[in-house]
């Protein structure tokens, strides 16, 4: 799956992680125009657009937004996350005036120590039937 070939914003996020599968299913409750698509990095599609961004696969301590063939990682890929949710999620975007040094401190801090706060799980989190549509395969 070449970055290329996805017609809408990609989210990639450590599928293990119960903070980064918590926030997938966040977003995905206020897209209601299910812009958003999704792949743990672990997964064979999120390790294949990680490599077309010469990414290491064992470079998890970030999320990804690819946006028209654009790589956005850390603090700027959640605000332009929370930029396009509908609801309160929106007024976090205001945080893209903060710098840039500042706002991914604060963000690898939280990264640092996601799994120690909120846990890690042996296997990736599996949509149901009705949410797998907005996940990406090979």
């Known amino acids: 799956m070449a970055a290329s070939s996805i017609n809408h914003p990609v989210i990639l996020f450590d599928g293990v992680c119960n903070l980064c ?8 409750r206020h897209d209601p125009g299910k812009k958003f698509r999704f792949a743990s990095q672990q997964s064979e ?10 990414i290491s696969e064992t470079k998890q301590e970030s ?9 956005f990682k850390a603090s700027e890929a959640v605000l332009l996350i929370a930029k396009e949710l509908k609801g309160f ?50």
Do not use: M
């Open 45 to 54: 599609a999120g390790k294949k657009i990680l490599a077309s961004f010469h």
């Open 21 to 28: 599968s918590g926030s997938v299913q966040f977003i995905i």
């Open 63 to 71: 999320i990804f937004l690819i946006i028209d063939q654009q790589l």
């Open 89 to 138: 999620p929106r007024l976090f975007y205001w945080c893209i005036y903060l710098p840039a040094a500042f706002r991914d401190w604060i963000y690898f801090l939280v990264s640092k120590n996601r799994y120690h706060w909120f846990g890690k799980k042996t296997e990736c989190w599996i949509p149901d039937s009705n949410l797998s549509s907005l996940f990406l395969r090979n």
